[in-house]
């Protein structure tokens, strides 16, 4: 449902620059007893009773639109755009695998009751900012939904009722119920009595100011790991924040999808709590990953840590989703 915090069982992260392709392949090492947390769900598909529960899933084309909720810089704002452009490719613009792209093909393989697949084109149909934080400083489940409503009345961004997805971010100094305790983001669905409308969204913070070593790890780590302990990793873009934030959007992205209404795709049996295709692999982003081991990823020449090509040449670390035909987390950048 939720993306959770990072649980923190590692202990140390030593980096084997391996290869001598231009983009080296690292390989954190696995604490022994790391291997016990990682059955949890990585190749243990008979602990994941993922289930179908006949709602609907995002099959028509998706439009996304984008709130803007406080100060935000427009190269974070073109960072995730370019992330989320990246999702849906034509061949003139395909990004060179393992890219952002192929690791949404997963998410695809997801259907509906009709057969019809999760949809593959993802635009960005309109953007709102609220610069003046409308709502105050402090946002809840219950205002989040006042801040799309407040951005629907504005033309012309509009009630998409069809296609319309809403992606609420708000920028490092914005506080929200349960941010860095216990989410960092999260996705559920309008009430018609607060936005007129029922409509799929999802919001995620950044985490940069107030907790970046839970929503943005791994770029950041907690301070009692400081010495001799795992080193944060550098961040593809070089913001600590906003990248600790793509990954949790991808997340939040790949279950809104897949669970819109919260009636479709879920493993569990409690509606209320429900574990999605994001939140079975969280952490891990490479093979061999699992149990606070995030696999393996790739390191480029001024060692910054990624494991997927976007549009402009862009870099992202992103964690991998619950494939249904693997029964086993899957990302773009796996090694077989
Ligand atoms: C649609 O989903 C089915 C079932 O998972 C899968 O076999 C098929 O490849 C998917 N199609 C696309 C275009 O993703």
């Known amino acids: 449902m939720s993306i959770l915090p990072f649980t923190l069982t590692l202990f140390s992260l030593v980096f084997l620059a391996s290869s001598v392709l231009p983009a080296s392949v690292v390989n954190p090492t696995l604490p022994h007893d790391a291997f016990t947390a990682s059955k949890r769900f990585e190749g243990s598909s008979e602990l994941v009773n993922l289930r179908y529960h006949m709602g ?9 639109y984008l709130i803007w909720y406080g100060k935000w810089l427009p190269a974070q704002k073109l960072l995730i755009k370019d992330f989320l452009l990246s999702i849906s490719t034509t061949k003139r613009r395909a990004a060179s695998a393992p890219s952002v792209s192929d690791w949404w093909k997963t998410v695809t393989l997801y ?7 999760i949809s593959s084109e993802i635009l960005i149909a309109g953007e709102y ?7 105050g400083t402090h946002l809840t489940r219950l205002t989040m939904q006042d801040v799309i409503a407040t951005s629907v009345q504005s033309a012309p961004f509009t009630v998409d ?10 920028s490092d100094d914005v506080t929200v119920q349960d941010f860095c305790r216990a989410v960092c983001g999260f996705h559920y669905f309008t009430f018609p009595s607060k936005v007129g409308y029922t409509l799929p969204y999802a919001w995620v913070g950044n985490s940069g100011k107030q907790c970046p070593e839970v929503c943005a790890y791994p770029f ?3 301070g009692y790991m ?33 669970n819109p209404l919260v009636n479709a795709w879920y493993a569990g049996e409690d509606p209320t709590a429900p574990t999605e295709i994001g939140d079975l692999c ?30 402009r040449s ?23």
Request: charged letters at 15%; one cysteine or more; glycine letters at 16%.
């Open 111 to 117: 259907t509906d009751q009709t057969n019809a697949n």
């Open 282 to 311: 969280e952490g891990l982003y490479g093979s061999g990953g699992g149990g606070g081991y995030i696999g393996q990823v790739m390191k480029d020449g001024s060692g910054r840590t990624f494991n997927m090509n976007g549009r």
């Open 314 to 336: 862009r870099k992202f670390l992103v964690q991998w989703i619950w494939s249904p035909v693997l029964k086993a987390c899957a990302g773009p950048n796996a090694l077989d």
């Open 56 to 64: 609907p899933v995002l099959s028509s084309p998706i439009n996304i």
């Open 129 to 135: 900012s609220d610069r003046k934080y409308t709502h």
């Open 161 to 170: 009722h069809k296609n319309g997805v809403y992606l609420i971010l708000t």
């Open 226 to 258: 400081g010495n001799g302990g795992p080193r944060s990793l550098a961040p593809p873009n070089g913001d600590v924040g906003v990248d600790g934030m793509i990954s949790v959007i991808g997340h939040e992205l790949a279950e809104l999808a897949s």
């Open 220 to 222: 950041a780590v907690p």
